[in-house]
């Protein structure tokens, strides 16, 4: 009978041959669960791998929208039949299915923009015979006519909204106040802009080439009985030789802008009511007049365009100092071939339309400095041009009432690669700068996506972690694998390894209530520390060296560490104890106010110091358990040739183990490096995570991953913030892809150097 059994002889020559016996059935089993093994292991790495990439789709997917170039398609145009009145005469729903004009006629003329059918002309009462000669937007659907002979009619245009089986039906309404008299004399209104503060309504009236007319009402409301009411009319002559051109006023009623035909902008003070003063007068610099003024939604950035097709972006910048604030141009656009004709802004976002006298017309942002879009409306002579309340939508009406209509797609408008990471002079600031601010407490909030600050962030975080722990981490392993005595290493490497399975919340947790105040009262002794410890511990050295052999020959070799550990103690408090003498005697007892003095820093109780220390904690783990592992991995022959050949321990881990290990401590500082850029917790309960770009120590910052973890809870889905959000991950995953990449090739060509020792 056959058998699956072999059997071989194994023994000396003085022993007795004992059996070896070898099962076929268990061989090749052992070869089949080997196969099945190493079959496992590659499926398991494809699946991560293939996670991996399907975790890059989904990121890249949500991120490239932002990068998508807008687009514009024309919707079937319109014809009024009726020429529009001078200035911001037009308008139209946030559906864009009903548009209105204010005509010259002295009418108000509705039309459909989707479907056939028109309405009948309303006529503006009370004209008595005179001529709608300006028109000016007054926020929201709300207008001011003025007219031939000196008057101002207040217009609100509405739409009904009624839903009748299943359909939304519109219905336009208009409302028109009780005209009042802004010129005594009767002179015709050339052009007209107003506001609406809370204290009383301001209009601005032309009433001659370089003449103004300021209508102001201050209103005062009494808690007992009626408030009172004052009016009056102040006249403002225009300096400078040249006509009035354009005019501007802010929401506000504080800022009057008048652009002249010598290429000036006047800025007047109207904060007081009653003496309106000249603030400044600008001079744009080609000498062509200025055309068109229109303020973006907020009211701080003026549009400004001229004869020759400029079209500029203009702010009232504070000044250094004490100085006064100054107009500035901020931006200059793509020119028109034609002169600027009409401008309308956003009512959503700081993007605005500009129309030119050959029927041009450009879509630009003001944030970006960027014209997004140009386009061409069937006819030329463009008289007025309007911006979707969605701003999803451009109409231009021309002087014969035919009203192009274009139908926009740029969800959004402020992201380029500029915005994202280059200086950008938004509104209020100085200068450009990097800010990163993605919601604010108003509807004209200026988005800032700066990613900048947060790149930095991440980087510095990353700087000060690294600095405390790598030093830490490899000494502590170089000692533990070349001069610990086993027995303690059996011990204190399992004891470090456990530091990494503290959760990194705790960490935070602990490092923004805990440490902070602590550190906050101990600083100078903090910097004192590494400086008075080095001279304890040589100080120690020296006793150790006069103590008599036969007592240090007690002491095991490899157990010297426990004997500094009362010298490290003690020269902590002595440190700590020379800070709080060097506060009160070099540092005017205040180490915080000397710090603002002397070298203009602010400390802040969280800041990179507290969380160097904190995630310093949280990679030292890491580093020291695969650099250990790296310098234990070193071949012991190695060792033992250089001990043959009279070096020193010391001098055999400095210059074959270290060496040798060089790639594998290598991994280990990379692979804390990606630990301390992907770490969110302790960045952000330990940093005061405020986005801010400086090298002090003693500041906070906010990190990549914090601010992923902070604002995509708040980030509606598909919107700016939130595909920024994803693209700030993207940068996460690239920075750690390339970091490791790069470690992986310094690592090989290390391996490949030493390999021979």
Same mark, same amino acid.
């Given at each position: 009978?056959?058998?699956?059994?072999?059997?071989?002889?194994?023994g000396?020559?003085e022993?007795?041959?004992?059996?070896?016996?070898?099962?076929?059935?268990?061989?090749?089993?052992?070869? @089949?669960?080997?196969?099945?093994?190493?079959?496992?292991?590659?499926?398991?790495?494809?699946?991560?791998?293939? *996670?991996?990439?399907?975790?890059?789709?989904?990121?890249?997917?949500? #991120?490239?929208?932002?990068?998508?170039?807008?687009?514009?398609?024309r919707?079937?145009?319109? =014809?009024?039949?009726?020429?529009?009145?001078?200035?911001?005469?037009?308008?139209?729903?946030e559906?864009?299915?009903?548009?209105?004009?204010?005509?010259?006629?002295?009418?108000?003329?509705?039309?459909?923009?989707?479907?056939?059918?028109?309405?009948?002309?309303?006529?503006?009462?009370?004209?008595?015979?005179?001529?709608?000669?300006?028109?000016?937007?007054?926020? *929201?659907?709300?207008? !001011?006519?003025?007219?031939?002979?000196?008057?101002?009619?207040?217009?609100?245009?509405?739409?009904?909204?009624?839903?009748?089986?299943?359909?939304? !039906?519109?219905?336009?309404?208009?409302?028109?106040?009780?005209?009042? =008299?802004?010129?005594?004399?009767?002179?015709?209104?050339?052009?007209?802009?107003?506001?609406?503060?809370?204290?009383?309504?301001v209009?601005?009236?032309?009433?001659?080439?370089?003449? $103004?007319?300021v209508?102001? #009402?201050?209103?005062?409301?009494?808690?007992?009985?009626?408030?009172?009411?004052?009016?009056?009319?102040?006249?403002?002559?225009?300096?400078?030789?040249?006509?009035?051109?354009?005019?501007?006023?802010?929401t506000?009623?504080?800022?009057?802008?008048?652009?002249?035909?010598?290429?000036?902008?006047?800025?007047?003070?109207?904060?007081?009511?009653?003496?309106?003063?000249?603030?400044? =007068?600008?001079?744009m610099?080609?000498?062509?007049? #200025?055309?068109?003024?229109?303020?973006?939604?907020?009211?701080?950035?003026?549009?400004?365009?001229?004869?020759a097709?400029?079209?500029?972006?203009?702010?009232?910048?504070?000044?250094p100092?004490r =100085?006064?604030?100054? @107009?500035?141009?901020?931006?200059?656009?793509?020119?028109?071939?034609?002169?600027?004709?009409?401008?309308?802004?956003?009512?959503?976002?700081?993007?605005?339309?500009?129309?030119?006298? *050959?029927?041009?017309v450009?879509?630009?942002y003001?944030?970006?400095?960027?014209?997004?879009?140009?386009?061409?409306?069937?006819?030329?002579?463009?008289?007025?041009?309007?911006?979707?309340?969605?701003?999803?939508?451009?109409?231009?009406?021309?002087?014969?009432?035919?009203?192009?209509?274009?139908?926009?797609?740029?969800?959004?408008?402020?992201?380029?690669?500029?915005?994202?990471?280059?200086?950008?002079?938004?509104?209020? %600031?100085?200068?450009?700068? %990097?800010?990163?601010?993605?919601?604010?407490?108003?509807?004209?909030?200026?988005?800032?996506? *700066?990613?900048?600050?947060?790149?930095?962030?991440?980087?510095? +975080?990353?700087?000060?972690?690294?600095?405390?722990?790598?030093?830490?981490?490899?000494?502590?392993?170089?000692?533990?694998?070349?001069?610990?005595?086993?027995?303690?290493?059996?011990? #204190?490497?399992?004891?470090?390894?456990?530091?990494?399975?503290?959760?990194?919340?705790?960490?935070?947790?602990?490092a923004?209530?805990?440490?902070?105040?602590?550190?906050?009262?101990?600083?100078?002794?903090?910097? $004192?520390?590494?400086?008075?410890?080095?001279?304890?511990?040589?100080?120690? $050295?020296?006793?150790?060296?006069?103590?008599?052999?036969?007592?240090?020959?007690?002491?095991?070799?490899?157990?010297?560490?426990?004997?500094?550990?009362?010298?490290?103690?003690?020269?902590?408090?002595?440190?700590?104890? @020379?800070?709080?003498?060097?506060?009160?005697?070099?540092?005017?007892?205040?180490?915080? +106010?000397?710090? !603002?003095?002397?070298?203009?820093?602010?400390?802040?109780?969280?800041?990179?110091?507290?969380?160097?220390?904190?995630?310093?904690?949280?990679?030292?783990?890491?580093?020291?358990?695969?650099?250990?592992?790296?310098?234990?991995?070193?071949?012991?022959?190695?060792?033992?040739?250089?001990?043959?050949?009279?070096?020193?321990?010391?001098q055999?881990?400095?210059?074959?183990?270290?060496?040798?290990?060089?790639?594998?401590?290598?991994?280990?500082?990379?692979?804390?490096?990606?630990?301390?850029?992907?770490?969110?917790?302790?960045?952000?309960m330990?940093?005061?995570?405020?986005?801010?770009?400086?090298?002090?120590?003693?500041?906070?910052?906010?990190? !990549?991953?914090?601010?992923?973890?902070?604002?995509?809870?708040?980030?509606?889905?598909?919107?700016?913030?939130?595909?920024?959000?994803?693209?700030?991950?993207? @940068?996460?995953?690239?920075?750690?892809?390339?970091?490791?990449?790069?470690?992986?090739?310094?690592?090989?060509?290390?391996?490949?150097? %030493?390999?021979?020792?």
């Open positions: 009978m056959a058998t699956n059994v072999e059997t071989l002889q194994a000396g020559p022993s007795p041959a004992r059996p070896f016996v070898v099962s076929r059935a268990r061989t090749s089993r052992r070869l @089949l669960l080997d196969k099945l093994a190493s079959r496992v292991v590659v499926l398991g790495g494809m699946i991560i791998i293939a *996670s991996i990439l399907a975790i890059l789709a989904v990121i890249v997917n949500e #991120v490239w929208p932002l990068f998508r170039a807008p687009s514009a398609a919707v079937e145009s319109v =014809a009024l039949g009726v020429a529009p009145a001078p200035g911001p005469a037009a308008g139209v729903d559906y864009r299915e009903i548009a209105y004009v204010v005509t010259e006629a002295g009418t108000l003329q509705f039309t459909s923009l989707r479907v056939t059918g028109g309405y009948p002309p309303v006529p503006v009462p009370a004209l008595d015979g005179a001529r709608v000669t300006a028109t000016a937007a007054l926020g *929201s659907d709300h207008l !001011l006519i003025g007219t031939s002979d000196g008057r101002v009619i207040p217009l609100e245009v509405k739409y009904q909204v009624e839903f009748k089986d299943g359909k939304r !039906l519109l219905t336009p309404q208009q409302e028109f106040g009780t005209a009042s =008299a802004l010129d005594v004399e009767n002179r015709a209104i050339l052009r007209l802009v107003g506001a609406a503060p809370q204290t009383g309504p209009t601005v009236g032309q009433v001659g080439p370089a003449t $103004l007319l209508q102001t #009402v201050v209103e005062k409301k009494l808690l007992i009985g009626a408030g009172t009411r004052q009016e009056s009319v102040q006249r403002l002559d225009v300096p400078g030789g040249g006509e009035i051109s354009a005019l501007a006023l802010d506000r009623g504080e800022d009057l802008f008048v652009g002249t035909s010598r290429g000036q902008i006047a800025r007047y003070d109207l904060r007081d009511r009653t003496h309106p003063t000249l603030a400044e =007068a600008i001079d610099g080609d000498g062509a007049a #200025v055309t068109v003024l229109d303020f973006l939604v907020g009211d701080r950035t003026l549009v400004v365009g001229t004869q097709g400029r079209v500029t972006t203009w702010q009232i910048v504070p000044g100092l =100085a006064a604030p100054r @107009l500035t141009r901020i931006h200059e656009f793509q020119r028109h071939a034609a002169p600027i004709v009409a401008a309308a802004a956003s009512r959503r976002d700081k993007g605005f339309a500009t129309a030119d006298a *050959s029927g041009g450009h879509v630009s003001g944030t970006s400095g960027q014209t997004l879009l140009v386009l061409r409306a069937e006819r030329p002579a463009v008289r007025a041009v309007v911006f979707a309340p969605k701003a999803d939508g451009v109409l231009a009406v021309d002087g014969q009432g035919h009203v192009s209509h274009w139908r926009l797609d740029n969800p959004h408008p402020e992201i380029t690669l500029k915005t994202l990471f280059g200086r950008v002079w938004y509104e209020g %600031y100085p200068a450009p700068e %990097y800010v990163w601010q993605s919601t604010g407490g108003t509807d004209d909030f200026e988005a800032k996506f *700066s990613l900048t600050p947060l790149v930095y962030g991440t980087l510095k +975080g990353t700087f000060y972690a690294l600095l405390i722990a790598v030093p830490l981490a490899l000494l502590a392993a170089l000692y533990a694998s070349e001069f610990m005595h086993p027995a303690v290493k059996a011990y #204190v490497k399992p004891v470090v390894e456990i530091m990494a399975a503290l959760p990194s919340v705790v960490l935070g947790f602990l923004g209530l805990w440490l902070a105040p602590r550190v906050e009262r101990v600083v100078p002794g903090l910097f $004192l520390f590494p400086l008075v410890m080095t001279v304890a511990i040589l100080a120690a $050295l020296l006793a150790w060296r006069t103590v008599p052999p036969a007592v240090r020959g007690r002491c095991r070799a490899g157990t010297e560490v426990f004997l500094l550990v009362p010298v490290v103690v003690l020269a902590a408090g002595v440190a700590f104890g @020379l800070g709080g003498l060097v506060e009160t005697r070099l540092l005017g007892g205040d180490y915080r +106010g000397w710090l !603002l003095s002397a070298l203009g820093l602010t400390y802040d109780q969280r800041n990179s110091l507290v969380v160097g220390i904190a995630m310093g904690f949280a990679v030292i783990p890491i580093i020291f358990t695969i650099a250990e592992d790296s310098l234990a991995n070193v071949p012991q022959h190695l060792r033992a040739g250089s001990f043959a050949l009279g070096a020193t321990r010391w055999t881990a400095l210059r074959i183990v270290l060496p040798t290990a060089s790639p594998g401590i290598f991994s280990a500082i990379m692979i804390g490096f990606g630990r301390a850029v992907g770490e969110t917790m302790i960045v952000l330990a940093t005061g995570n405020t986005p801010v770009m400086g090298a002090s120590i003693f500041s906070g910052f906010r990190a !990549l991953s914090a601010n992923i973890a902070v604002e995509l809870p708040e980030a509606p889905e598909g919107g700016t913030l939130f595909r920024v959000l994803f693209l700030a991950a993207l @940068l996460l995953f690239c920075l750690t892809f390339v970091v490791n990449t790069a470690a992986e090739i310094v690592r090989l060509r290390l391996r490949r150097k %030493y390999r021979y020792l």
